[in-house]
């Protein structure tokens, strides 16, 4: 027992947490031990012994090494936007994380968009659409008043000696000339936000903190994939994570093959697979410490995620929901060390006088 809790407060000590922290999971680690026996915890206890705690400031170091990895060119850095793998109004880790990624690497906010990759390149066809509209019409338009300005001038030549009607055909063209030069104005503006917003921005940088099945890289690229079709926009596409599963990149090889795109990958470690062998524990043990897991879960009524099929053993602002169960969940017999924190809509009552309001305001 005493060996234990010496091994307890080593692991604990390692994770960057305040001592009201480091005082909760020992708390829970002695409440798992008391419950567990002295075997089963030795076992759950080797599981923490290799659990990485990403604090802010682990975090931070993370993120810095990918960037400092990744940017060892200025133009590569000048050329490119950062963005969160999904939309800012789902507020969660991602977002979190990838406002740490920014500060961490004095990113600059206006090379961010933090409504996500999807979205940029919806506008950015938009603007394509409309500013070659604009070029489009305006080139006609120079054409069409070259013509006027060279009939007029002609005209000129013809009247040189009547004063009074060479002033009128030299206001006409000067009107015509100040109208030209006004509408080159007004698109180079465009034409130059344009190009500041858009044309000059050659790579996407996604940012999350964990790939585990893959499946929300998976949905996200072929939502890309199918905006890029439509906008035939060219932009290398990059996803920097600070943990990655190899199933979970497995996963997104198999869909870049089969949408045909291209995207780099970069992270900072490989995920620990708590229940692959020869990983925490040999082959010839693994199945003992699975029985021991699945008994765990089900005596205490741990529901796993659905999502959980690698069995991770790391925790961020929000533990993954790939986590291994017994680590993020909980129930009234066992207390989570890292818990996952769900994110359920919380309906707010709503009156018949709200309903009869709301009816009469959008009947206006």
């Not at 050329?79 to 004095?106: C, T, Y």
């Not at 940088?205 to 585990?212: E, K, L, V």
Request: glycine share 2%; with cysteine; proline share 2%.
């Amino acid at each position: 027992m005493v060996n234990q809790t010496k091994d307890s407060i080593r692991i604990v000590n390692n994770w960057d947490l305040n001592q009201v922290q480091r005082d909760e999971k020992l708390e829970i680690l002695n409440m798992w031990e008391t419950k567990l026996g002295k075997d089963d915890f030795k076992t759950i206890l080797e599981i923490c012994s290799n659990f990485i705690y990403y604090s802010e400031g682990v975090t931070s170091l993370a993120y810095k090494d990918i960037f400092n990895k990744n940017n060892s060119e200025t133009p590569f850095f000048e050329q490119s936007l950062f963005l969160p793998l999904r939309r800012k109004e789902r507020i969660e880790s991602s977002v979190d994380m990838f406002s740490i990624f920014r500060l961490a690497n004095r990113i600059d906010a206006n090379k961010t968009h933090v409504n996500g990759a999807v979205d940029y390149l919806e506008k950015y066809k938009a603007s394509k659409e409309f500013n070659s509209k604009a070029i489009k019409e305006f080139d006609q338009e120079v054409v069409k008043g070259e013509v006027s300005i060279h009939g007029l001038q002609t005209k000129l030549e013809a009247y040189r000696a009547n004063r009074k009607i060479r002033s009128s055909i030299e206001k006409q063209i000067s009107k015509l000339q100040a109208i030209k030069a006004r509408k080159k104005e007004r698109i180079d503006k465009s034409i130059k936000e344009f190009h500041q917003n858009y044309y000059s921005i050659k790579n996407l940088i996604i940012i999350d903190d964990f790939i585990g099945t893959g499946d929300s890289v998976v949905q996200f690229l072929k939502k890309l994939d199918k905006t890029i079709r439509e906008s035939k926009i060219t932009i290398n596409l990059f996803l920097w994570v600070i943990e990655a599963s190899e199933s979970g990149m497995e996963a997104i090889e198999d869909t870049v093959k089969e949408l045909e795109i291209e995207i780099h990958i970069s992270f900072y470690k490989k995920t620990i697979d708590v229940l692959a062998g020869d990983i925490i524990f040999s082959r010839d043990n693994i199945e003992e410490v699975k029985a021991l897991i699945e008994k765990v879960n089900k005596q205490n009524r741990l529901k796993p995620s659905p999502y959980c099929k690698n069995h991770a053993i790391a925790s961020f602002v929000n533990a993954p929901n790939n986590n291994l169960t017994l680590l993020s969940e909980e129930s009234p017999t066992w207390k989570a060390l890292f818990l996952r924190t769900k994110r359920n809509k919380v309906e707010r009552e709503v009156s018949i006088k709200d309903m009869r309001d709301t009816y009469q305001y959008l009947r206006e």
